[in-house]
């Protein structure tokens, strides 16, 4: 039988008071405990101690007594005795898998128990009943795995661990979220089995809390920026998503429906619900739900911007709305109007693993289903409505329409055919650009009817670019117009015509005219063709291929696809271009038939060109088609083709509204660190006159692109800033030892300065590589090598692990500037590398005090960073460390004395380093020595083997976080050397401190029955 403990309320004491347990470095986790046991939240906090009674070792999670009750009482027909529930429990121990461990949170444990019965799904959490569950929250959750850890925050319902909370507190120099989501990335492999279980990991400090899948990139991780269904200050921005996150009904709603796990190329990820689809799903809910509204009232449009994740929120919805019973199993039909698109969403869907889906093969295929009351969900294109009989669902209200890019799938027949097929049924529209002219109307297609008479807008508050572009779920949109003396937009093309042909006869001109457009004949000129793809290889060679990004370049139509086709190929190489163009034998000329890649190698194509030409994964060196760096295509991925990689986009066609929102939009989505912005060069000559072609409200359409010069701007900007943070005067730029000293020296003892400066760095690298190479830039390079090198010695100094020499986070201007003005060996030379051992200090003995101090306040901040995640017997040590620098910076403690509290420090920690690698044995007799100096090495061995004879009778894994057992075991102890040893002098004075000092050490090495040699 699995080991059971009591978990009656006498064991689960009323909980201390929380302030108690925290210092000043762990104030977020009292603030964050404090509000999640609020009435409002309904959390309980238990502390460590009553946790850890609850768990047969550091090495398990789950907490089994609390579990085995839980699932009892969830399942009293199924687990009918103690069995029963081992069987369950032995199979939930036994599972690393995180994605099935959310099937089983999702839907219950499928298990057989007699062959004699049917397989019966046994739940873990109650669904429907929020106080059915036990809701804990504890702190110092020791685990381990690996490595020893301990994760500041865990919550777990019914036993069972779902979110991971790191804190970080931001007046620390440069800890912020992001050290808290990068510690989980870290603990995800050494304590792996705490996150098999795991929904979703956080990362905060006191004014900002992001969460997101432990692990994966810090670019996906989100805040969420709504407190529903609470009313919280919206500019309290940690407080609105501390009760958003962890409102008990709203996590079990990301539990059930708005996790998934995403499939693509052979690679799984794990995706988390944003906030903007979480809330627009609640209010498709709300309206397919309520079956006494009309059917004009169950309506809507919802407007979120291009990138946003229309696509993965209709999956969330269809999911949802599947599983709502007031639906009684509905038809959910995703409607697509592009066959592209729905190829697109079809992947999404296959790729999550939603079930009951039915892809509609043909229109008699797809009248069949809805007359056949088929249940679940279609995926379909409203193009298989045309002539679709009337009342086909037979006016079900069970019948929901989720369309995409609902702005095209609503007008003229097509749509008319939709509305009367599906009539009686809830419409729901999903766009990122919206059309409100007077003959084509997105609200007034897909929006509700009012009681006034009147259409709603949208449904909910439109998600803008801005909204996006503050979360970080698009990157910002700089354009650059490019030989502008090409340009044809507007009045631009008769310039242009009347410049190339305006030598020739009137006739002559007439006769170009009449064989094709004036638009035409300019588009396709050989010379301008030859002279645009110039521009564009050198800008893709300088700016886009060094960093391993790609690029699209769009045009007219066909045969100018296939000009740009050819000539790009000759400059970059057959393997490198590729044409993407709808395929229409009949009409296409021979010359354009052999661009076609054909329906196969087409989709071939659109995954592999996904992954980075230069991967060295082994899974890709098969994947031909991922040394494709530029497409180029005229109508087709134009909307739906959802390329992270993608950064420039060569614009040459004449787009207007919402063509050329979508257009731009590919190159908006974030893909990594380096990929600050995407970029749009215009050929066409559109966005001088932007306005003009987008018919929208700019106060609700957002900034969605930024001209170019407005990233000179921004570094110009950065760069001051970071310049500013060392005066001349104190920091020559004479490139000396010194000079690095006194800036570093700034860094550490300015306030915010090392955050400023690590946060801004970063910023202006990614700056940098956008722009260089740039004629404008060449004043700046020197003084960002400077900042290069200083950001290089910083990070060596204060974290030795990072490397000093180049690397793949610098990106390729940068590589390359280090490689030409920095010198890695010689700068190792300059600022070597320590280690804290006995000849630390001796090595620094000739140093200047204030190179000095900084070396040695660099090694102790370091080498404590380390050991207090470790071992909370360095904690003193921590703070000790706080209080020099802390005195330093306020002027209070200088020169000599700085130094030899440091080097006091120093052969402290080195110590405390030297003590904790000891075996238990040896530091027991350490203390016992050190308690009588008169007592040989051999009785001091002789007491230590007896204490650990004697703590063997008493001690447990996990004994030192259950604060019982200190008086049992220092009881036992004082006894042991009252009695046997009390002729060895050890009694004298306060024999219970010493008696304390032994439980410590025993405690600090988390010593085990057996473990004599630890």
Known sequence: MVETRDISPGYLTTPPTVARLFNEETTVEREIIEHLQTPALGWTYHSREQVAGLRPDEREVLLLPLLREKLKALNPVILTDEARVDAIIIKLRACRDNRQWLAWLQNGVNYQFDPSEKAKDVRLIHFDDLDANEWWVTNQFPVEGNSSRRPDMVLLINGIPVVVIEAKTASRNKPDWREGAKQLGMYSAEIDQLFYTNAYGVGVNETRMMYGVPGRRLQFWLQWRDPWPHGIDEFDEMKVSLYGLFDRANMLDFIRHFIVFMTKDGKTDKVVVRYQQYLAVKDILGRATDMTLPPEKRRGLIWHTQGSGKTLTMIYAARSLWEDPKLNQPTVILLVDREQLGNQMDRELMATGTENVHVAASKRDLEAKLAGDYRGVILTTVHLFEGMPKYITKQRQNVIVMADEAHRTQERELGTYMRAAVDGASLFGFTGTPI??????????????????TIERYMGRPYTVTDALRDGVVKPIHWQPRKTDWQLY??????????????????????????SSTLDVLLKLPKRIEQIVDDAVIHFNEHVRPNGFKAMLVCKDKETVRLYTEALRARLGGEAVMAVISEAPKDDPDAVKALYLGEVKRKKLLNEFLIPVQSEMPEHQDKELRKVELLVVCDMLLTGFDAPILQALYLDKNLRDHGLLQTIARVNRPYNELKGQGLVLDYYGIFDHLNEALNYRPEELGDIAFPFERIREHFRRQFDSLWALFPEETVPRDGSHSAFIAAMKILRDGEGAEKTFDTGYRNLRVLYEALQPDEQLRDYVRPYAWLTKLYMLYRKKFYPDAALEATEEDAARTRELIRQHIDVEELEKAFPTYVLDEHFLTKLRDKKPDAKALDIEAMLTAELRVRLDQDETFRPLSEKLQRIIDEKRAGTLAGIALIEELESLTEAVRSAVEESKRPIGQQLALKIKARNVALTETQAAEVAAAILDEADKHCFSGWWNVSSIDPELSKALLLLVAGR????????????????QLVQ??????YK???KDA
């Open 436 to 453: 409100e002219k007077d003959d084509h109307n997105t609200p007034v297609a897909w929006g509700q009817v009012k009681d006034d008479g």
């Open 490 to 515: 507007g009045a631009k093309l008769d310039l242009a015509f009347k410049r190339e042909f305006g030598h020739l006869p009137e006739a002559e001109q007439n006769r170009l005219v009449s064989q």
């Open 981 to 996: 040893f009390s002729a060895m002098g050890l009694l004298a004075g306060d024999v219970m401190e010493f008696i304390g």
């Open 1001 to 1006: 050490v025993l405690k600090r090495k988390q």
């Open 1009 to 1011: 029955p057996g473990s």
